[in-house]
């Protein structure tokens, strides 16, 4: 993106009448489309050419759900002409970037003053100068092989469980105190199979 | 236990990472992406550096795009608004693309070889005008300029950066500018036209500043009509309006003089009315009458000279200039399954420089359009090169003879889609070319676990991806298991019908329509849309499936209908017929007959209803059904919605038996002060619900209020229906109704203060979701309405459902008064939409997910959840742990779920799902100009494997525990003997 002077930046927000246009009411909004430098080399669009990365040509600013259309002069510039005066709303449509719509007014009383604002988190703007909320990565990361995500999935966790059963319980039962254990077998026993009173709660025996 | 409670909480929190995104490398798998860009209106060649070389080209989709000559594939497009109508494009100083659009009121340039816009520049006048662009090679203040008429005012705007030189006004009231003309090598510009119809006016302006040089006008007894036809840069020809007097006005020197001549004088027999075929080319110019195109050659004081007449349907292109002082202009004609390309020098017609015959495909209709090039052959000699347009909206690039490219531009424009499923596959006939032996598909696998395990080289990730981009499966010409191959068949507004394959996007056959073709008794031919004619399961499965055009003959809704029948696996027009009354609605009726035929009722402009096929075995089964047929009309211009049963037969002069006159049951009159019908919605027609009850948090059950007859309606005022910001909130309002259409019964009506259109709005089981915009908040909005039926929640006691006393049983019917009960809530959403829809499965089980084309031309998937009335701040945990969402003030946007992922469907109009076999997956068809495809599983594919699923994963694990089985089994062999020796 070229370099802009700040003296351009402060003419932003002028929307003089279309000059010498048929009807009084006719004005222009201009502005301006910033897509921060850091962010156009990865739009969330890969290296592999599956799309363009987020370049200006690419971007199209609707006004009121596209009734309007125009593009980014290189720069980032657009303007919409003859436009009346009231409420409307500009879009901006980048792959690969979150733009937030904005409410722009056009007063007719007071020619040449546009006052703008995002819709989404009710920030005024001194000067219609948009730029992306947030990027957009379309894709899932494919996450870098590791031995974690090997024994996190279903059929790792099931291997893992089943080495601790295999390795472990025994383990446990080796270390048991041999009196406890005759002790539980015998209660095993005498128990047989595990009768209703015993699930209740409160109905445990000792 | 507590191992086991561990493993479940650690099982369900590494599931409920909604992963329903693609990861990059699948992008190509199960979608497939066209692009378009229309039936071409003008292109220009760029040909003369070594670059590559291009076409620009603008098209009646008011959009702007090279393509590549070699490939005519697009390098660059633009899409320009709805409103933004391209009247004239040209190449500046071999690098800018100029447009100039709007009515002549924007002017762009645009970099050719990436298409940036360079500037952009507005023009304004006094009054509107034809707009003319006219590129010059005048230099003025150091800077290239073009001239531009537009709304009554002469431009020279600067090449490099737009700006305006010089401008003059022609402000007089009556005067109808037809042309600007540049003689070449002059400093002056000449402004010719007409002045109060029967008046030549010309004016010869100073190219360097504008001044006016000279202004002459001529009085003509008669009147001028329409275009003028440049025959050299000092002489025009036009004709008077009765078509019958040719006029031959020379300016030379800014001395008008005049000649008249009759057409009849040049032929023989009466021509009938002619108009003028607008060419550039020097010395000819062509008149067009009833049955032939005349070409007549002008030879000096306004003497003419028939020197062909052609009974053909002819095209002429416009003159290229080829060397110093030479012009070439080409003709193309038909004959019989051939088309001749004739190229001519513009001074002497009988010989010609090229003359080809090019075989061409019969369902690409007549040659609309022709633009030429030239190039130099190796032998010095000239070369031409022909872009043409045809009748189905293709373009072609014919070079040496042959076609070297073609592109299926048709597509940029569907009316309709509907599928059909592909042929069965029959045993012992192998439809894959390639059938993989299990060698090849182990080492596929083999390259797909190296995948998984990211030990593959480069070359391995390419071999897998081409493995999985072309496997052949999925472009089988049969019937899968998992009805993912379909065909998707397309009507286009040129009134051509397309069969695309699911799997790969290729066009499988395409037909342009006899029935929608100009004829004599059908001059405006339009496409309404398709139906599916015959379904063939069960008892007819010999038959092939088939489809329904219904089409008109003109734009207004009393012209007659036609109708065809196309074979769906063939693509052959087996039946076409004209009908003799008009089409204003078409009901696909859910009876069939014998041969799965489906029975529809056309019911015309006069309500009268009209039964197809006509056979008496329809007549029988219709006889029987005839008290339940009930439909609705809705007139958007009176706001009147009307419901209608049927009557008798009809009781016209003719006896006809297929004819059934209409009655009016109920009418709703929306007060037309107050409130205008923007918008409809119905359930459709496929839609499988699985289940009526809906459990809630607290052990309790909702039963859905579900009727295929319920309608949805949003007006607004009548102020209001312009755009965005024309009014206050005090004085727009939106007004939302659910209708039942079969008694007319106002389920539900709501009203939005503040709010307006435009509306998108789905409607789906017992629920509709509407987008519109919000005045007060500036902020679009997404309402959701569910409707439940009071009516059967009594049946929850269970004691009822014991004793029987219950009313489950009982049919849903429309005539008794079910008590329901709405809940509504309201969201903000960021985007303006384009459409939106629904996914559908086959048996509705698996829960439903938004899809939404917003502004950008993109496919966003929202679940339905979040779209729930019954989210509320903070939902207690039994709602939690039923999937309710806390509420939030705005719908989410993830970028992930975005379907098309980081493609655009550009000039998005509409997305169609249909249900695949498979339960979990919907198959998604999004169109506009371009074309997108793709499967859709919205709460992911639980009934199959993934794509990526290893088998060799699998396989390499069960070698493995045998192999641990069998060395544990030893190993505690072993350790038994050594215990007993011990």
Same mark, same amino acid.
């Given at each position: 993106m070229a370099a802009v002077t700040p003296l351009l930046l402060l003419l932003l927000l002028s929307s003089a009448p279309?000059?010498?246009?048929? /009807?009084? &009411?006719a004005y222009n909004i201009n502005g301006r489309v910033k897509i921060p430098q850091g962010l156009v080399d990865f739009a969330?669009?890969?290296? #592999?050419?599956y799309a363009l990365p987020?370049?200006?040509?690419n971007v199209k600013v609707l006004l009121n759900g596209g009734q309007n259309i125009t593009f980014l002069r290189p720069d980032g510039y657009f303007s919409f002409h003859n436009i009346p005066a009231g409420t409307h709303l500009i879009e901006v449509s980048a792959i690969g970037y979150f733009f937030s719509p904005v409410r722009v007014d056009v007063s007719a009383r007071n020619p040449g003053k546009v006052q703008a604002a995002l819709t989404e988190n009710r920030k005024g703007l001194s000067e219609l100068v948009l730029e992306p909320l947030r990027e957009e990565q379309y894709y899932e990361i494919r996450e870098p092989f590791s031995i974690m995500s090997l024994l996190k999935s279903p059929m790792g966790l099931m291997v893992g469980f089943m080495l601790a059963v295999a390795f472990l319980m025994p383990k446990l039962v080796e270390n048991m105190d041999p009196e406890e254990m005759r002790r539980a077998q015998e209660e095993m026993r005498s128990q047989g199979v595990p009768s209703l009173s015993s699930l209740l709660p409160g109905g445990t025996r000792n | 236990m507590a191992i086991m409670s561990f493993i479940f909480v650690f099982f369900f929190f590494s599931s409920l990472?909604?992963?329903?995104s693609l990861y990059e490398?699948?992008?190509?798998l199960m979608d497939w992406h066209q692009q378009y860009i229309g039936k071409v209106k003008q292109a220009v060649f760029h040909?003369? #550096?070594? *670059?590559r070389k291009r076409v620009v080209a603008s098209t009646e989709q008011n959009i702007i795009a090279t393509l590549?000559?070699?490939?005519?594939?697009?390098f660059w497009r633009h899409v320009l608004g709805p409103?933004?109508?391209?009247d004239g494009i040209d190449i500046a100083l071999g690098k800018y693309v100029i447009t100039l659009s709007s009515g002549g009121s924007i002017l762009r340039a645009w970099n050719? $070889?990436?298409?940036?816009?360079v500037w952009e520049s507005s023009l304004h006048g006094p009054k509107h005008s034809k707009s003319l662009l006219l590129t010059t090679n005048l230099i003025i203040e150091k800077d290239n300029s073009l001239i531009v008429f537009s709304n009554g005012r002469l431009n020279a705007v600067s090449?490099?950066?737009?700006?305006?030189?010089w401008k003059k006004d022609f402000?007089?009231?009556?005067l109808e500018v037809q042309q600007v003309i540049q003689p070449p090598g002059s400093d002056f510009i000449y402004v010719v036209g007409f002045a109060a119809s029967s008046q030549f006016e010309m004016y010869k302006i100073n190219?360097?500043?504008?001044?006016?040089l000279k202004h002459e006008s001529t009085a003509f007894s008669g009147r001028f009509s329409g275009e003028v036809s440049l025959v050299s840069s000092e002489t025009v020809v036009a004709l008077d309006s009765t078509g019958s007097i040719l006029l031959t006005i020379s300016f030379h020197n800014g001395k008008i003089s005049s000649q008249q001549t009759p057409v009849s004088n040049l032929l023989e027999?009466? $021509?009938g009315l002619a108009i003028i075929i607008h060419s550039s080319v020097t010395g000819i110019f062509a008149i067009k009458t009833d049955a032939a195109t005349i070409f007549i050659r002008v030879i000096g004081e306004g003497k003419l000279e028939v020197v062909e007449k052609t009974n053909h349907e002819t095209v002429v292109s416009d003159a290229l200039?080829?060397?110093?002082g030479q012009q070439a202009f080409a003709l193309v004609q038909h004959a019989g399954r051939n088309i001749h390309l004739t190229v001519k020098p513009a001074h002497d017609w009988?010989?010609?420089l090229l003359k080809e015959s090019i075989k061409m495909?019969?369902?690409?209709?007549?040659?609309h359009k022709v633009f030429i090039n030239n190039y130099i052959r190796t032998d010095r000699s000239h070369g031409f090169r022909a872009l043409i347009v045809m009748e189905d909206h293709s373009l072609l690039l014919l070079q040496q003879g042959a076609i070297v490219w073609s592109r299926e531009?048709?597509?940029?424009?569907?009316i309709d889609v509907t599928t059909s499923e592909l042929p069965v596959e029959k045993a012992g006939?192998?439809?894959? #070319?390639v059938e993989l032996n299990l060698f090849e598909w182990l080492k596929g696998h083999v390259l797909k676990l190296k995948g998984t395990l990211m030990l593959a080289t480069p070359e391995d990730i390419a071999a897998i991806q081409y493995m999985r981009l072309k496997s052949s499966e999925k472009s089988k010409m049969t019937r899968d298991h998992n009805g993912f191959r379909k065909l998707l068949i397309a009507l286009t507004r040129a009134g051509k019908l397309f069969a695309l394959h699911? *799997?790969?996007?290729?066009?499988v056959w395409s037909h342009l329509l006899q029935s929608l073709h100009k004829s004599e008794s059908c001059r405006q031919p339009i496409g309404l849309n398709l139906h599916q004619w015959q379904v063939p399961?069960?008892?007819?499965?010999d038959e092939n499936p088939s489809v329904l055009v219904v089409g008109r003959c003109? $734009?207004? /809704?009393d012209a007659l209908g036609v109708l065809s029948l196309v074979d769906?696996?063939?693509?052959?027009?087996?039946s076409s017929l004209r009908l003799v009354h008009s089409v204003a609605q078409v009901i696909p009726l859910p009876y069939t007959d014998s041969t799965e035929q489906r029975l529809h009722l056309l019911i015309d402009a006069d309500k009268l209803a009209h039964l197809y096929p006509k056979t008496p075995e329809a007549i029988d089964i219709f006889q029987s059904e005839f008290s339940n047929v009930y439909w609705y009309s809705i007139d958007d211009d009176n706001g009147i919605i009307k419901g209608y049963a049927l009557k008798t037969k009809? /009781?016209?002069n003719v006896a006809d038996e297929f004819c059934f006159d209409s009655r009016e049951l109920w009418s709703i009159v929306l007060p037309s002060e107050s409130e205008k019908i923007i918008t409809t919605a119905t359930r459709n027609l496929n839609e499988a619900v699985h289940t009526q009850a809906k459990l809630i948090a607290d052990q309790d059950v909702m039963y859905k209020y579900i009727s295929s007859n319920l309608l949805f309606v949003a007006t607004v005022a009548p102020k209001a229906s312009?755009?965005? *910001?024309?009014?206050?909130p005090e004085e727009s309002w939106l007004v939302v109704y659910l209708i039942?259409?079969?008694? *007319?019964?106002?389920?539900h009506r709501m009203t939005h203060h503040g709010s307006q259109g435009p509306v998108q709005a789905v409607l789906s089981e017992n629920w509709v979701v509407y987008h519109y915009f919000n005045l007060r908040a500036h902020r679009y909005e997404m309402s959701v309405i569910e409707i439940y039926d009071?009516?059967?929640?009594?049946?929850?006691?269970v004691w009822k459902l014991v004793v029987g &006393?219950?009313?489950?049983?009982?049919p849903v019917s429309s005539y008794s008064r079910a008590e329901v009960i709405t809940k509504s809530q309201s969201y903000f959403f960021t985007h303006s939409l384009k459409a939106i829809t629904v996914t559908l499965t086959v048996k509705g089980i698996t829960s439903k997910q938004l899809l939404i084309g917003t502004i950008g031309d993109q496919v966003l998937a929202l679940d339905k959840r979040f779209l729930?009335?019954?989210?509320?701040v903070n939902p207690t945990q039994a709602e939690r742990e039923e999937g309710i969402i806390p509420l939030t003030d705005s719908l989410p946007i993830i970028p992930?779920?975005?379907?098309?992922h980081s493609l655009r469907v550009e000039g998005l109009q509409s997305i169609i799902t249909v249900a695949a076999k498979l339960e979990s997956t919907t198959l998604v068809f999004a169109h506009g100009l371009d074309l997108f495809f793709t499967h859709y599983a919205p709460s992911r594919t639980y009934d199959s494997l993934t794509e990526d699923f290893s088998y060799a994963l699998l396989l390499i694990t069960i070698v493995a525990l045998v192999a641990a089985i069998f060395v544990t089994w030893i190993l505690s062999q072993r350790k038994e003997l050594q215990d007993r020796w011990r």
């Open positions: 279309s000059f010498s246009s048929g /009807s009084r &009411n969330g669009l890969g290296t #592999k050419g987020g370049r200006m040509s | 990472q909604p992963i329903l490398d699948q992008v190509g040909t003369h #550096k070594t *670059g590549d000559l070699r490939s005519g594939e697009i409103n933004d109508v391209v050719l $070889p990436d298409g940036q816009m090449c490099i950066d737009g700006e305006v030189l402000e007089e009231e009556s190219a360097k500043n504008g001044e006016l027999d009466s $021509p200039s080829i060397s110093e009988d010989s010609s495909d019969q369902q690409r209709g007549f040659v531009d048709g597509l940029a424009s569907i006939v192998s439809v894959a #070319k699911t *799997g790969d996007g290729r066009i399961h069960h008892h007819a499965l003109g $734009p207004s /809704s769906s696996y063939t693509g052959k027009e087996f009809c /009781s016209g312009g755009e965005i *910001g024309s009014v206050t039942d259409t079969v008694t *007319g019964r106002v389920l009071q009516s059967r929640a009594d049946n929850k006691d &006393n219950h009313n489950l049983t009982s729930d009335p019954r989210r509320s992930q779920s975005y379907i098309t």
